[in-house]
């Protein structure tokens, strides 16, 4: 099989052999990566926008390194800079990059669905760094390469996902791609940041930390937000912390030698106790040099030459 | 036009839940004769070959957006997008710029619709002032204006004890109150229906919860204050089960239901489609399933559109930052027969009994009859007529249907209003 | 595609790389500082005989190393779908090594281009040869072997098959025409 997708919006709609393609691709990826000459000319003359609508520095630095491995330009546009100030919309945004012969355009964008609409708009392939709630696709292949290479497999495992998944757009993209490709997701959280019908999903929901943990392969712990607490949505840190923070008795839960992820940045001593981010089970550190293989991986299955116009 | 003589017709005589071969004479826009072979020695003669002539079908949820949102719509296109789809009046709501809430501006809303000329457009005014839901409106001033309803529609009255004054005084004045129902701190920031489409596509929703609370509210105002009550676009089964029980009760309650609402659930958000943005959302197949059900059992009085034009611009954007609504007057005929006359789920005179007496009593209208001496008000409906949905085909400035694409089957073919033709889709013999 | 002659049989290929093997030894000195790399796909199976030819003649264990050369092409702008990237293995330094790059056909000579490329990005190696199974002709770029099984003049319109057991189960070199 080969690639024949010019965007990657979300982790729904792809195909396990996509997946697949991927994380294989990736390998290769991180193959270069530890070169001593990081640089392979296989995009030379293309151009990578990178259009963020939400501060990230450490996403759209990961592609941008990706970009500059694989020898394509890369131009960073983040709204406090471009013309979105002035009040273009995002469609009329896209047709000036498009016209400005951007081949791949990366966007991170505040609102679900951002990157839909621009994959409409827009020749150029569009790859999403995160859309509102919705998706954010290579942080979970990120994820899903890294308990690949970890683990040697992704089919059978226990993955429990912790933490705010109502406004996580990485558990979404990690809930479609670790059950694709048939491993077990359990969630747990507070009870207000569980979404509606989320079990149609696929994932079984767990009220305490204790059992979603019970025999666990892989634990992946969300990033708490404070202002969380003043929408209301829980009643202060140190109750998160006691409810649903992962610190070493509670990982001793889970499976001997069971990866602790954690998307970034981290909360120390909120939803992960120190010794636990720092700890012989964490692959923290590891997910954001394979966050780089990934995107690498994505822009040279996105950004060939004659990718037809959808 | 001085006589009109439609011959050949079915006649739909909704009040006596009738329909019968009939011709209709029309002299000087009143109806002067129904009955077999009848003939004109002067005038136009239609032939309508065996097709529905039911009452003007009437909508009693539009939104024109004249004065302050004319790029989106004005009376006059409005009107022309009610005329296409078969109805002869609508009543407007309030939420123009500036906001219907004094004699001024439901006299230019009149004005407006007098000289466009083609349907009748009863304004509904605001329940209080700028529709902040704080001071009253003069509300006789109003009503001696010409207003037909009061409603803050668009957005909801979240006081209680304002909704419960504004009902007492309304009551007092003699109009109904048409309720937005949203209980705004439960819906607040959302944009779909909240279930699992909106888990799927990360969109924040606007619980089911957050308009039966306030279904359940206003009805227990009603009842207090004896104000008759009118619910706006019941979205949900919870809804449909409160109004039940209030109506079982006495409760002086009445419901609408929109196309869209008794077609579409909230899968048509899938791919961030802002065609299919609304308030209330679409909601699921439960919710489908009991509002027909609750159309069927008479607990839902009325089918109204809640036509909503927007430009396009305005809905070309990401998702959250679309406005809500979506036009329905030229194709809600199409959808009534398609989803619920041909399934069996409504009669074709339990269906025109919901587009035109049923408002006419809600609103204190004379329309929405076939009786001598009546306005003239018809709408000529081919039941076999079939046509795919193209928005770009509307007469409604707006483009803004989620149904573009879909066939629909019964079709208004002509519209009439005080016995001028107003809408001839061109396919009855003209003599 | 029609069949048309087969040019190499399980013994002549293996009689070509024996050849080949002694080649490298002669050409080299030895085997000291000698690797070799094998281009994906059907030039890994032959890197891993010459190797172990090559220990059979001289007693000493010569590195192999695979190498994809996907992300070094020079058509990965006008292709309508990207290839997929295979994985490179090269487990030991370039740097100061005598290379052998092993492939089955050299055609164009535009694989052993972007290989040389990727190779370089590697590291600095001393030398570097080339050894083919086939040499076809109709080269498009100033490159030559050194080493060559068997040399086949063909047209353009041809199609060079190798199949190895490795890689396709059974063993010989067939001249294909396009119809």
């Known amino acids: 099989m080969n690639w024949k997708r010019k965007d990657v919006l979300g982790l729904q709609n792809l195909s396990v052999e996509e997946i697949e393609i991927i994380l294989d691709t990736a390998v290769s990826m991180k193959e270069v990566l530890g070169r001593t000459i990081k640089k392979v000319p296989a995009l030379r003359g293309r151009t990578v926008v990178t259009l963020f609508y939400e501060p990230s520095t450490r996403t759209r630095t990961s592609f941008e390194l990706a970009a500059k491995y694989l020898s394509a330009d890369s131009v960073n546009l983040s709204a406090s800079t471009s013309s979105v100030v002035k009040g273009e919309t995002l469609k009329d945004t896209a047709r000036t990059l498009a016209a400005m012969g951007a081949d791949v355009v990366v966007l991170r964008h505040p609102m679900a669905g951002a990157p839909n609409l621009l994959a409409e708009t827009i020749p150029a392939a569009v790859i999403n760094a995160g859309d509102g709630t919705h998706e954010h696709p290579t942080q979970a292949l990120l994820d899903m390469f890294t308990v690949r290479e970890k683990l040697g497999k992704l089919a059978g495992l226990n993955v429990a996902i912790i933490g705010d998944i109502l406004h996580s757009r990485v558990a979404r993209s990690n809930i479609w791609g670790f059950t694709k490709m048939g491993a077990r997701v359990r969630i747990c959280g507070p009870a207000t940041m569980i979404p509606a019908s989320i079990e149609t999903m696929g994932v079984e929901v767990c009220t305490g930390i204790e059992e979603a943990l019970e025999g666990a392969d892989v634990v992946m712990m969300l990033r708490i937000q404070l202002e969380r607490q003043q929408q209301g949505l829980f009643p202060s840190l140190q109750e998160y912390t006691r409810l649903f923070g992962l610190n070493r008795q509670r990982l001793a839960l889970a499976r001997p030698g069971a990866l602790v992820m954690h998307p970034g940045p981290i909360n120390r001593g909120v939803e992960i106790s120190p010794e636990v981010a720092d700890g012989v089970n964490s692959v923290i550190t590891e997910q954001v040099t394979n966050g780089v293989a990934v995107r690498m991986a994505l822009l040279y299955l996105l950004g060939g030459g004659g990718i037809p116009v959808a | 036009m001085h006589k009109l003589l439609l011959k050949g017709g079915l006649v739909v005589d909704p009040a006596a839940g009738e329909i019968f071969p009939a011709d209709i004479l029309i002299e000087k826009g009143k109806i002067a004769a129904i009955g077999q072979d009848l003939e004109a020695s002067e005038g136009t003669v239609i032939d309508v070959g065996g097709r529905l002539v039911s009452p003007g079908l009437i909508d009693m949820h539009v939104h024109f957006r004249e004065p302050g949102f004319e790029a989106k719509e004005t009376i006059a296109t409005g009107s022309r997008a009610a005329a296409r789809g078969g109805f002869t009046a609508v009543a407007c709501m309030p939420n123009t710029d500036p906001v219907a809430d004094n004699r001024a501006v439901i006299s230019y809303i009149r004005a407006r619709a007098e000289q466009a000329g083609l349907i009748k457009v009863y304004p509904v005014a605001a329940l209080t002032r700028g529709s902040r839901g704080e001071e009253l409106t003069e509300m006789a001033d109003l009503k001696e204006a010409g207003a037909v309803a009061f409603s803050d529609d668009g957005r909801p009255v979240s006081s209680a004890a304002v909704m419960r004054r504004a009902m007492q005084y309304a009551r007092m004045v003699g109009l109904p109150v048409i309720s937005h129902c949203e209980e705004p701190t439960l819906s607040a920031g959302g944009v779909m229906h909240e279930g699992y489409m909106s888990t799927v596509l990360g969109l924040p929703g606007i619980p089911a919860a957050a308009e039966e609370i306030m279904v359940a509210r206003d009805i227990i105002l009603s009842e207090h204050t004896g104000c008759p009550l009118h619910i706006a676009h019941v979205s949900t089964a919870g809804s449909v089960r409160l109004i039940r029980e209030a109506k079982a009760r006495g409760v002086p309650v009445t419901a609408e239901v929109t196309p869209h609402h008794f077609t579409l659930t909230d899968r048509a958000v899938a791919g961030y489609n802002t065609s299919a943005k609304v308030n209330p959302p679409l909601r699921t197949e439960e919710d489908v399933a009991a509002l027909k059900e609750a159309l069927a059992d008479g607990t839902i009085d009325v089918i109204a559109t809640d036509h909503a034009p927007h430009t396009v611009e305005e809905k070309d954007v990401e998702f959250q930052l679309a406005p809500f609504g979506m036009v329905g007057l030229e194709t809600a005929v199409g959808l009534v027969w398609t989803e619920l006359v041909i399934p069996g789920v409504l009669s074709p005179v339990e269906a025109i009994r919901k587009l035109t007496v049923n408002p006419a009593r809600i609103l204190g209208l004379q329309d929405g009859v076939i009786r001598v001496g009546a306005d003239a008000d018809i709408t000529i409906i081919d039941p076999g007529l079939t046509e795919v949905v193209d928005p770009s085909t509307f007469a409604s400035k707006g483009r803004n249907s989620p149904f573009s694409g879909k066939k629909l089957q019964g079709l208004p073919v002509a519209t009439i209003v005080r016995g001028r033709l107003v809408y001839d889709r061109g396919l009855l013999a003209v003599t | ?179």
């Open chain 3, 1 to 179: 595609m029609k069949h048309k002659v087969q040019i190499l049989d399980k013994e002549g290929i293996r009689r070509a790389l024996t050849r080949i093997a002694h080649e490298i030894i002669e050409r080299n000195k030895g085997t000291e500082d000698l690797a070799l790399i094998g281009i994906r796909r059907r030039g890994v199976p032959l890197a891993e005989r010459l190797a172990a030819k090559i220990r059979e003649i001289e007693g000493s264990v010569v590195p192999v190393g695979t190498l994809d050369i996907t992300l070094y092409r020079d058509d990965l702008n006008t292709r309508d779908q990207q290839p997929l990237v295979h994985r490179t293995e090269v487990p030991f330094s370039v740097t100061e090594k005598k290379i052998v790059l092993v492939d089955d056909v050299i055609y164009t000579g535009r694989t052993i281009r972007a290989a040389l490329d990727a190779i370089m990005d590697l590291g600095r190696p001393r030398v570097i040869q080339l050894a083919v199974l086939i040499d076809r002709g109709h080269r498009e770029l100033p490159i030559r072997p050194d080493y060559v099984g068997k040399n086949v003049p063909t047209s353009r319109r041809e199609i060079v098959e190798v199949c190895l057991q490795e890689t396709d189960g059974e063993e010989r070199v067939l001249i294909l025409e396009k119809d």
